[in-house]
């Protein structure tokens, strides 16, 4: 299983940008799927999950309102879309897979590598 983030750069304050995360594996629909941050000194922080279908999204304190998850599972891909975005957003974005739907990164077997976003002020 790989996992390969990918859409990360820099940005203005105020404004969007899309993450894309491509699965190389053959039962991607079988796995939820989570978006995942880290910034410098800081914890790995949940941002957004979505279920196996793409029925069901659910999303982290800092991304409600503002980021959209997003899932085609015929493309092995999954999307986070970014507005309004401030500094504080500033961060590495892991993509992750999971067999159980969850906002704890321990339920996350595959990782992929990060993608970094720079949100200048």
């Known amino acids: 299983v790989q996992l390969q983030a990918s859409g990360g750069g820099l940005v203005q304050a105020g404004g969007s940008r899309t993450l894309s995360c491509a699965a190389f594996?053959?039962?991607?629909?079988?796995?939820?799927m989570g978006w995942f941050r880290q910034a410098p000194a800081k914890e790995r922080e949940f941002v957004a999950g979505?279920?196996?279908?793409?029925?069901?999204?659910y999303y982290g304190d800092s991304a409600k309102g503002r980021f959209t998850i997003s899932r085609d599972n015929a493309k092995n891909t999954v999307y986070l879309q970014m507005h309004s975005l401030n500094p504080e957003d500033t961060a590495d974005y892991y993509c992750?897979?999971?067999?159980?739907?969850?906002?704890?990164?321990?339920?996350?077997?595959?990782w992929g590598q990060g993608t970094l976003v720079t949100v200048s002020s």
């Open positions: 979505i279920s196996r279908s793409g029925d069901t999204t």
């Open positions: 992750a897979a999971s067999m159980t739907p969850g906002r704890r990164s321990e339920l996350y077997g595959y």
């Open positions: 594996m053959r039962t991607f629909k079988k796995y939820n």
